[in-house]
């Protein structure tokens, strides 16, 4: 009875859902590594430092981003009307809490919050994704001049 409305929508390409599943575990997989890289409390609201090193450098809000390509994800691979119609609301409000945020943020860091918006996107865009692939490909390898 749990799985009734399991595949009760129309998506029926196979290619489709596997890439909702992919987009899912990727979704969940950045947005757990931002909270273990900022910290329970910080994510939390506690005061402390201004993140703008590691998953932080590629968007100011990976975890925002993260919660809302897992949704999306996962509303692709069950492929449920009625998760869908819950759904498609979760993400849009993972993609409103900065807004809520940034004011406390910018009283917190000033100037220095400031100079990181200038550089670094609210969620995320093709500048900090092709960033992010070229500085995936350059881990592990190091360049020596002989």
């Known amino acids: 009875?749990?799985?009734?409305?399991?595949?009760?929508?129309?998506?029926?390409?196979?290619?489709?859902?596997a890439a909702g599943t992919l987009?899912?575990?990727?979704?969940?997989?950045?947005?757990?590594a931002a909270l273990f890289e900022l910290g329970w409390m910080e994510s939390s609201g506690r005061e402390g430092e201004l993140r703008t090193d590691g998953i932080y450098k590629y968007t100011r809000n990976p975890q925002s981003v993260?919660?809302?390509?897992?949704?999306?994800?996962?509303?692709?691979?069950?492929?449920?009307?009625?998760?869908?119609?819950?759904?498609?609301?979760?993400?849009?409000i993972y993609l409103l809490f900065p807004f809520a945020e940034e004011p406390w943020l910018r009283e917190q860091y000033g100037d220095e919050y400031e100079?990181?918006?200038?550089?670094?996107?609210?969620?995320?865009g093709t500048a900090s994704m092709k960033k992010l692939v070229a500085d995936s490909t350059t881990i592990g390898h190091t360049h020596t001049d002989d």
């Open 1 to 17: 009875m749990a799985h009734r409305h399991w595949n009760s929508f129309d998506i029926t390409n196979t290619s489709l859902r």
């Open 23 to 32: 987009l899912s575990v990727l979704g969940m997989a950045f947005s757990l």
């Open 66 to 92: 993260g919660f809302a390509t897992f949704i999306v994800g996962t509303l692709l691979a069950v492929n449920s009307k009625e998760l869908a119609a819950h759904g498609l609301l979760t993400p849009l």
């Open 115 to 124: 100079r990181y918006c200038a550089q670094t996107p609210r969620f995320a």
